[in-house]
């Protein structure tokens, strides 16, 4: 239940295209879904979050769908570009809402080919 | 604004012996959160610290331990170690209070247990 699952592990995508990846999990009482980028020899940075009770939110390139209902929620980069080129990773907040828990899906490896 | 430090980037030991890394969160945060990324789990959470109290633990054995300091740094401790717990462990810090839920992460100490 602690579960968060992410998918595809790895995503090859032209220069301008649209990226998508999926994450699904289980427990309702989850109360925030952040994404998180990394670079390679970095830590991951904060890119865009979304609270159950939105559909949807959108921060320039980067969109949250989320369904709660089906439980998934998805990361969309519009316009892809080679600098998007990371490890993307969803994550879920259990209901304690000041702590520094967060459960993460295994990471998808985004290539942007120019 | 500084980021968040950690020190040492890299580090080679052992099995068997015991290592201690540190961490310096940004100015004004006071809780300080573990993480373990490998390849095979990827992110897994250790242990959060606020205020010089643990106030969320993980699933790792007693091995892995924690501490925070009145100046708000951290240190985590494994003793004994072992093949397995060759990983990066990124600390991540934020207010520690308030529903903002970012974290901020490090750049992540690199452990290789030979």
């Known amino acids: 239940q602690q579960q968060v699952k992410q998918s595809p592990q790895s995503l090859i995508v032209q220069k301008g295209g649209i990226s998508i990846i999926n994450c699904a999990y289980e427990?309702?009482?989850?109360?925030?879904f952040p994404w998180y980028q990394q670079f390679p020899g970095k830590g991951p940075a904060l890119l865009i979050a979304?609270?159950?009770?939105?559909s949807e939110k959108k921060e320039g390139r980067f969109t949250i769908s989320f369904n709660k209902s089906a439980k998934q929620f998805s990361l969309h980069i519009m316009d892809s570009q080679p600098g998007d080129s990371a490890t993307y990773f969803c994550?879920?907040?259990?209901?304690?809402?000041?702590?520094?828990?967060?459960?993460f899906g295994q990471g998808t490896e985004l290539s942007v080919k120019p | 604004k500084a980021g968040v430090t950690q020190t040492p980037r890299y580090l080679i030991k052992t099995r068997g012996q015991q290592v201690t890394l540190s961490c310096s969160p940004i100015s004004g945060h006071r809780s300080v959160s573990w993480y373990q990324q490998t390849p095979g789990q990827g992110l897994q959470f250790l242990f959060e610290y606020f205020s010089e109290t643990q106030r969320n633990k993980g699933n790792f054995p007693g091995r892995f331990s924690g501490r925070q300091f009145s100046n708000s740094r951290s240190e985590m401790n494994v003793s004994t170690l072992e093949l397995g717990d060759s990983a990066l462990y990124l600390c991540?810090?934020?207010?520690?209070?308030?529903?903002?839920?970012?974290?901020?992460f490090g750049e992540g100490s690199r452990l290789t247990v030979l």
């Open positions: 979304i609270r159950p009770d939105v």
């Open positions: 994550a879920a907040r259990p209901p304690d809402r000041q702590g520094g828990k967060l459960i």
């Open positions: 991540a810090s934020s207010l520690g209070t308030g529903n903002t839920g970012e974290l901020f």
């Open positions: 427990n309702t009482a989850f109360d925030y």
